[in-house]
Each structure stands twice: as structure tokens, then as C-alpha cells.
């Protein structure tokens, strides 16, 4: 597969196994793993770890899933399925948006603070760009929605969203918005925002959507069930390759008793 990338190829993803629980590696961390078992210094495209890989995933010339959106793509057509998003967001930063003051989630304090341009000395600020096209909405609309699917976010401050209710990664702020909630709340925003959405690894193994993720399963179960729900989709098999191997060891064994 190594061979193949270095060609130009699209990526593959890789399996996913019980470790894709873990926070993503990054930096030195992620380095390390990349260059093992490499004496050539050469890098390797991936960790072999799908939490990782789809911190790859930025639109690009491929489509929304970078270099992986062709593997995706036939995925898709072989389950009949669209696939999900490869990220949600973390229970650190659902918590650290309930400690918000009610003022950080109305329109109003989002329209004059969101995208002020009077801004604390040093403070790295929205690019030009995103800014402009936000405004330009704002102008047409006079609401929030380029900024955050404001009804959704307002759910989750009330504590109304359940916790094994996976939130796509899609409804993140724009960072206007999370800087101006930093500077409103006066504490640093979560170190993750977005994390491997186990949606996205049921998907990945071919299951009907909510065989493992539904909510309802894990109704009164203890523990961190975003993190269960992983290993246990890591644990398991994808069922068509499952029935390929169980209807080849079959034919075999007809073949040979003949």
C-alpha cells in the first residue's frame, strides 16, 4: 500500500482495532510512529491507526475525505450507504460548553462578539476571507447559521443532547465563535475538539447504521461508552468478509470431499 501512495494512489484506511479508543498522536508522538522500523529515514504515510487518519481527512481535490474520498466512494457504492462523518464532537467540550454564560449562545452576543474586530492585542483573529463570507451571509439573513447550528449548540448548553447521542464534527463553531466564547468564559477551550466518531468506524465495517451506536443500547450501562463502543467495533468483523471466508472454506470443503 506504501508502494502504491508514493504513486500517487489514492489512501486506504487502515483496519480499525480497539486502540482507535485512544486520543489521536500528534507531533514528536505521531513522528516516532510514522518513522519506525524505517533505517532508510523514509516516513511512513500512516500510523496504521484509523484515529489518526482521519485527522487526514481535509477537503482537498479529491472531495471532503482528501486522498481517502476514492476508497470512501467504493465503500459506499458496496454498502448503498452515504458515509458518515469520520469525526464527532468530544465530551470535553460538550462539558466545557455547558459552563457557559447564557449570553454566549443568543444571536445577539453572537452577532456584535463573534466577529468584532476590536480584538486583545496578539490575538490571532478569524482570516479575512472566512470573515467576509460570514458578514455577507449575515447581511442577507441576519442570523447565526454561517457561524453554528445555533438550536443544536443551545441543546447541548441545556444539557438536552444525550451523552451517546453522536454529534457530527460538521457542527463545530467557525473560530470566530470559539474565541469569542474563550474570551467570554475566561478559561482555554478543550486541547480536542473533534475525535473518531464511532459512527463513522460502524460505517467503516459495513454494519446497519446504530447496531452498535444507537443510544438505546447503552441505556444504564457503566462507563465511557463512546470508548466501548469502539473496542467492541474493533473486536469485531466485517461481515462480508466474514461470509466471503465462511463460502470459500465451504466450496473447499465440497471440492475436496468430491
Known amino acids: 500500500m506504501e508502494g502504491a501512495v508514493r504513486f500517487g494512489m489514492p489512501l486506504m484506511l487502515p483496519t480499525p482495532n480497539t486502540m482507535d479508543m485512544l486520543p489521536a498522536r500528534t507531533g514528536a508522538a505521531r513522528d516516532r510512529i510514522l518513522h519506525r522500523g524505517r533505517a532508510s529515514g523514509m516516513a511512513c504515510e500512516q500510523t496504521g491507526n484509523v484515529r489518526e487518519s482521519v485527522m487526514m481527512m481535509t477537503?482537498?481535490?479529491y472531495g471532503r475525505y482528501g486522498r481517502f474520498t476514492p476508497a470512501i466512494r467504493v465503500w459506499e457504492r458496496t454498502l448503498g450507504r452515504t458515509a458518515p462523518s469520520p469525526?464527532?464532537?468530544t465530551r470535553v467540550l460538550r462539558q466545557w460548553?455547558?459552563?457557559?454564560?447564557t449570553e454566549g449562545l443568543t444571536p445577539g452576543w453572537l452577532l456584535r462578539h463573534a466577529l468584532t474586530p476590536n480584538r486583545p492585542k496578539g490575538e490571532q483573529w478569524v482570516?479575512?476571507?472566512m470573515r467576509g463570507r460570514v458578514m455577507a451571509i449575515w447581511?442577507?439573513?441576519?442570523d447565526v447559521s454561517?457561524?453554528?447550528p445555533l438550536d443544536v449548540w443551545q441543546a447541548i448548553w441545556a444539557d438536552r443532547v444525550g451523552e451517546d447521542v453522536v454529534l457530527d464534527a460538521d457542527i463545530l463553531p467557525q473560530p470566530c465563535v470559539l474565541q469569542a466564547w474563550e474570551r467570554l468564559?475566561?478559561?482555554a477551550l478543550p486541547a480536542s475538539l473533534t475525535y473518531l466518531s464511532p459512527v463513522f468506524v460502524e460505517w467503516m465495517m459495513g454494519l446497519p447504521a446504530g447496531w452498535v451506536t444507537d443510544p438505546e443500547h447503552w441505556r444504564g450501562v457503566e462507563g465511557n461508552h463512546r470508548n466501548m463502543m469502539i473496542r467492541m467495533l474493533?473486536?469485531?468483523?466485517?461481515p462480508r468478509q466474514a461470509a466471503a471466508a465462511i463460502d470459500w472454506c465451504l466450496g473447499l470443503r465440497e471440492h475436496l470431499s468430491q
Open 87 to 89: 469525526t464527532c464532537i
Open 185 to 187: 468564559s475566561g478559561r
Open 146 to 148: 454561517a457561524l453554528l
Open 97 to 101: 460548553v455547558r459552563q457557559l454564560p
Open 59 to 61: 477537503p482537498d481535490g
Open 234 to 238: 474493533g473486536n469485531g468483523v466485517v
Open 139 to 142: 447581511r442577507q439573513s441576519g
Open 127 to 129: 482570516t479575512m476571507p
